[in-house]
């Protein structure tokens, strides 16, 4: 918890202006001073791009599994 003192990431799903979903990364970390909470300042990270690239990374490595497989076969 923030609270405590503990940085945090989180991911959640974002909607942006015209209704369209999109995967966030919110960073958080408290701002202490003698112990007690100031606030607290974060980022937000747009993960669209990064998610695509793991996707299609996995689906890379699915299709060599595949032709792998399909090699030993024939």
């Known amino acids: 918890m923030i609270a405590d003192g503990l940085r945090q990431s989180n991911e959640y799903t974002f909607v942006n202006r015209d209704g369209i979903r ?17 606030g607290i300042s974060g980022i937000a990270v747009d993960m669209t791009e990064q998610k695509d690239l793991v996707r299609r990374l996995q689906e890379n490595q699915r299709l060599v599994a595949i032709g792998a497989t399909a090699g030993m076969v024939g």
Request: glycine content about 6%; charged content about 25%; overall charge positive.
């Open 22 to 38: 999109f995967p966030v990364l919110l960073k958080s970390a408290p701002r202490l001073k003698n112990g007690e909470l100031l």
